[in-house]
């Protein structure tokens, strides 16, 4: 079993190396292009796209799915949400505006080729109203301009945090 998450602010892969740093975590590049984050008890596996981490996934048991989370959540400094949470999802997944037109064409083709003898409009109008409900979703979650940026973890935040 594996559990994908999905970030709710954008972090850059340095960023995440310097946070680690500072947090006592690992960060290591793996063959594939993947990186490792991990300590003695948890780890996870960090997508990353050009500079931004895109996501994390984790493999095996439902237990290691919320140390993955507490793991990616402090290397990052921000929230992660996983794939159970299909609403937010759909949110946090598709950054950019052409993102969100590719899953908007791939939603309206499905749901017109799955239901072929449900009353369908043209698929232009289709098209339209998924994208309206994908940017209302985003609105409902706060997500109006793109994801904001993850603020840097700061020395004397881990020592107020340790004290």
Known sequence: MSTYFCPTERCTIDQAKENSKLLGLKILKQKNGRYCVYDINRSGFLEVEGVWIRGAYCHGDSDLDESTRSIISEVTNCEWIDEYDH??????????????????????????????FDEWGTREQELENEIDYL??????FGVVDGLPIAEPVYKFKVFKACA
């Open 135 to 140: 940017y209302y979703r985003r609105k409902k």
């Open 87 to 116: 609403e937010a999802m759909q949110v946090y997944l598709f950054w950019y505006d052409d993102e969100i037109l590719r899953e908007a064409e791939a939603c309206t083709d499905d749901g017109i080729e799955g239901h072929p």
